[in-house]
């Protein structure tokens, strides 16, 4: 019997920037972006009121960034202030330390980093940056172990 392939994609939650929020990660990942509007569904399509306010209507439904990560976000119609969403973290492993370094100072940027990129005594470079949207990214790059 074999086994499903399943997928865990992470969803995003933000306060009313989710566009911009996703064009950075765009910038940093490449690949391709689609925004969907709460304001492009047909009237009353949220059974959320506030979903289906003006102030939502130019706001991100559902996003998608597909590419060498998959990754989806909203903007959230019960919360429209920026907050930090530092709750958990995201964790990025490869074995290309240009790319995964390049990823890791794309993500530093306007950011914090909160533990240095830095060889690890189990062998791996590892480090953990908060980027400016408050999301926590933790970057190791793999030992070659040949």
């Known amino acids: ?33 689609v925004l969907t509007l709460y304001g ?15 102030e ?10 597909s590419g060498v990560i998959t990754l989806l976000a909203s903007d959230n119609p019960n919360n429209t202030e920026a907050e930090n969403t530092g709750q958990f973290g995201l964790s990025l492993e490869g074995s290309d330390e240009s790319i995964f370094k390049g990823y890791f100072d794309k993500l530093a940027e306007k950011g914090q980093i909160t533990a240095p990129l830095i060889k690890q005594f189990w062998g791996d470079t590892f480090g953990m940056v908060t980027d400016l949207y408050g999301v926590n990214w933790m970057v190791n790059i793999t030992a070659n172990r040949d």
Do not use: W
Not at 56 to 65: C, D, E, G, P
């Open 1 to 33: 019997m074999t086994q499903p392939i399943i997928k865990l994609n992470p969803h995003l939650f933000f306060g009313g920037n989710c566009r911009e929020a996703m064009e950075f990660y765009k910038s940093v990942f490449g690949g391709e972006l």
């Open 40 to 54: 492009e569904g047909p009237p009353d399509a949220h059974k959320d009121p506030k979903a289906n306010s003006e």
């Open 56 to 65: 939502m209507k130019s706001k991100v439904m559902f996003a998608k960034l």
